[in-house]
């Protein structure tokens, strides 16, 4: 391979090009909506009619060297340096009992969150341990095995993140979507809040948002890294909204179209002291903007052959932050 060769694969040292999977541009889909069963179902029916793409070259630039503020109003995602005194270990996220060092990670994810915020309250309410197979895997709506207590595979289609509403223990109070369009994430506050914080939320004296924290396990994650595309890149017509059919419920997820003028970020060489936080849902919703970033691992061109496969833990979290009264009436009057 000629140096100008390589160049068109790798792209520059820190902004590959790479490969991912988008829902397919189908002009079935302007009149069939999404779906995907997550539940047994009769011999013949089809578990989804949902279709990917490969997309290739797509470039991503580097989030340490980029001219771009990354901030949760904007970009929808940032990163943050915050070392873990947790101890936490792949194995600790396999244990459906007590853990020490799972709650104390956990408990550290809600500090952070309000630290980051400036957040009233926190609730953890679901989390996700995944350990790359180095199979680039685009089956997503696989029921067998609990999700929680189970090592996933790294998630390679672009999402808007998946839904699930199995068990809590602990800290954790609800399990709703990471990831939601605007009426899946209303619907959810309104089934699990209390009847004084729908009050409080109803007057518009709280936000709302949900968001992911995602970390690596292992000291630097270079297989199957994570890739986010900023939210002011997206266009509402990019998005298709999927049912994500379970045995109690239907819940709605989202999907990306590819576009071009899409902007896509990694973060080089993150170790486990840096965690990526990005929003999922946010009641203060923009309708041309999405409420958080498309994201999806990747195969890393730049990846050594000999690196370790990729371990992390992502945390999704409800944030809680006080609206002033001025902004309250303010949002009333729209």
């Known amino acids: 391979m000629t140096e100008t060769q390589a160049v068109a694969v790798l792209g520059s040292s820190k902004e590959p090009l790479v490969s991912f999977h988008f829902i397919s541009d189908l002009p079935q889909y302007k009149g069939e909506k999404l779906y995907e069963i997550w539940r047994d179902t009769e011999p013949g029916i089809a578990k989804s009619n949902c279709e990917f793409a490969l997309v290739e070259h797509v470039k991503l630039q580097d989030m340490r060297n980029a001219n771009t503020e990354f901030e949760f109003d904007t970009t929808g995602f940032r990163s943050v340096h915050a070392p873990s005194k947790s101890g936490l270990r792949g194995a600790d ?25 400036n957040a009233s309250n926190v609730i953890c309410f679901d989390w996700r341990y995944r350990r790359s197979n180095g199979q680039k895997d685009i089956k997503v709506y696989d029921h067998t095995q609990p999700e929680r207590t189970n090592a996933l595979n790294a998630a390679y289609v672009v999402h808007f993140g998946r839904q699930s509403l199995s068990g809590v223990a602990l800290v954790i109070r609800i399990d709703i979507p990471a990831d939601d369009s605007r009426n899946g994430g209303n619907n959810r506050l309104r089934r699990y809040l209390s009847e004084k ?13 949900f968001v992911n924290i995602w970390r690596p396990l292992i000291p630097v994650v270079e297989a199957a890294p994570l890739a986010l595309c900023d939210r002011q890149s997206v266009h509402p ?17 989202l999907y990306i179209k590819y576009r071009p003028w899409h902007r896509w970020y990694w973060l080089p060489h993150q170790t486990n002291d840096e ?12 309708p041309e903007v999405p409420a958080g970033p498309p994201h999806a691992a990747f195969e890393n061109p730049l990846a ?31």
């Open 237 to 253: 017509d990019d998005i298709l909204e999927c049912d994500k059919i379970h045995d109690d419920h239907v819940g709605e997820g």
């Open 275 to 286: 965690a990526l936080m990005f929003l999922t849902w946010d009641s203060k919703w923009d």
């Open 304 to 334: 050594p052959a000999s690196c370790p496969q990729r371990q992390s833990i992502e945390v999704r979290l409800m944030v809680f932050t006080e609206e002033t009264r001025k902004h309250a009436e303010d949002e009333g009057t729209k």
């Open 93 to 117: 996220c396999q244990n459906e009992g007590h853990n020490a060092r799972l709650d104390a990670y956990l408990q550290e994810c809600i500090s952070l969150a309000k630290s980051q915020f």
């Open 197 to 209: 914080e729908l009050e409080r939320f109803d007057r518009g004296e709280q936000r709302i948002r």
